[in-house]
């Protein structure tokens, strides 16, 4: 129940394509959903977050579409660029004091140009 | 505001030997994360600080602990390293008094890369 299923593995894609990024989740009681961005060198940093109580939210060329029922979620990237060529996690996690967030393992994104 | 502080970037070790990473937290968060990251396994979940006191902890072995400071700074020790423990290791820290939340992301660091040879 604690697993956060991330997919694909990696995904190459054509500039000014779409980008999209998978997730599924088990636990009923996550209720915090951010992704992750990882480029080489450098710690994961926060791209956008959702909860559960809107079903899509929009942050520029970055979109999270949430399905509740269907306990998944997925990251959009609308005009993918070559600066985009990295590595996205997805977490989950129970918004509550002394819990932590569950992450997927993560996709490596290629833009080519 | 400087971000999340990780010393050192990189580590070499040799296997049995024992180490010590250290955090310095974004300042004014007063919840301290720890992450092992390795590839192929993603982000794996060690243990969760908050004003001294270890609220929360991963599935790892005894050989991992932690500790946090009066200021917030934090720091983990891997006793009797295995070839298997080399990784990057990830601090994070978040504002409020939950390890994550809408409100209160987690701000990673840079990670220290530790080699066991």
């Known amino acids: 129940q604690q697993q956060v299923k991330q997919s694909p593995q990696s995904l190459i894609v054509q500039k000014g394509g779409i980008s999209i990024i998978n997730c599924a989740y088990e636990?009923?009681?996550?209720?915090?959903f951010p992704w992750y961005q990882q480029f080489p060198g450098k710690g994961p940093a926060l791209l956008i977050a959702?909860?559960?109580?809107?079903s899509e939210k929009k942050e520029g060329r970055f979109t999270i579409s949430f399905n509740k029922s269907a306990k998944q979620f997925s990251l959009h990237i609308m005009d993918s660029q070559p600066g985009d060529s990295a590595t996205y996690f997805c977490a989950a996690g129970p918004n509550q004091a002394g819990t932590a967030l569950i992450f997927g393992k993560g996709t490596t994104l290629s833009v080519s140009s | 505001k400087a971000g999340v502080t990780q010393t050192p970037r990189y580590l070499i070790k040799t296997r049995g030997q024992q180490v010590t990473l250290s955090c310095s937290p974004i300042s004014g968060h007063r919840s301290v994360s720890w992450y092992q990251q390795t590839p192929g396994q993603g982000l794996q979940f060690l243990f969760e600080?908050?004003?001294?006191?270890?609220?929360n902890k991963g599935n790892f072995p005894g050989r991992f602990s932690g500790r946090q400071f009066s200021n917030s700074r934090s720091e983990m020790n891997v006793s009797t390293l295995e070839l298997g423990d080399s990784a990057l290791y990830l601090c994070?820290?978040?504002?409020?008094?939950?390890?994550?939340?809408?409100?209160?992301?987690?701000?990673f660091g840079n990670g220290t890369r530790l080699t066991v040879t």
């Open positions: 636990n009923t009681a996550f209720d915090y």
């Open positions: 959702i909860r559960p109580d809107v």
């Open positions: 994070a820290s978040s504002l409020a008094d939950r390890a994550a939340s809408y409100n209160s992301p987690l701000h």
């Open positions: 600080y908050f004003s001294e006191t270890q609220r």
